[in-house]
């Protein structure tokens, strides 16, 4: 299976918009749960959102619940993560991760637990 590519980032300023696109074949189907992750500045690996494609259940961190969306296109194998009123504290490369054990703990960054991991795509918020 080919690893997951992710791309649309960019940079853009403080209450900017970008749609950022993981395309997964073979690991968009509903046993997996899709997570996109982004590693801070400062090193850390955070989980952003997550959508589990047997019930097209979300997740989202606290930081980005009302500001950002998660969907899946099963029919394009694609995930998607929509981001809107960005924040400089979002400034960070995204991952798109699939994971073998379902959602329940969708944020723990577990690469025991990933079947995939994409190479990632840089957001960067100026104010």
């Known amino acids: 299976q080919v690893e997951p590519v992710e791309s649309g980032g960019g940079s853009v300023q403080t209450g900017g918009s970008l749609r950022l696109s993981c395309a997964a074949s073979g690991y968009t189907h509903n046993s997996n749960c899709m997570v996109w992750f982004r590693r801070t500045p400062g090193g850390q690996y955070e989980g952003v959102a997550a959508i589990w494609g047997g019930a097209g259940t979300t997740y989202y961190a606290d930081s980005v619940k009302g500001r950002f969306t998660i969907s899946q296109d099963n029919a394009k194998n694609t995930v998607y993560l929509q981001m809107d009123s960005l924040k400089p504290e979002d400034t960070g490369m995204y991952h798109c991760?699939?994971?073998?054990?379902?959602?329940?703990?969708?944020?723990?960054?577990?690469?025991?637990?990933?079947?995939?991991w994409g190479q990632g795509t840089q957001v960067t918020v100026t104010s």
């Open positions: 991760a699939a994971r073998r054990r379902g959602c329940s703990s969708w944020w723990t960054y577990d690469v025991f637990d990933f079947a995939a």
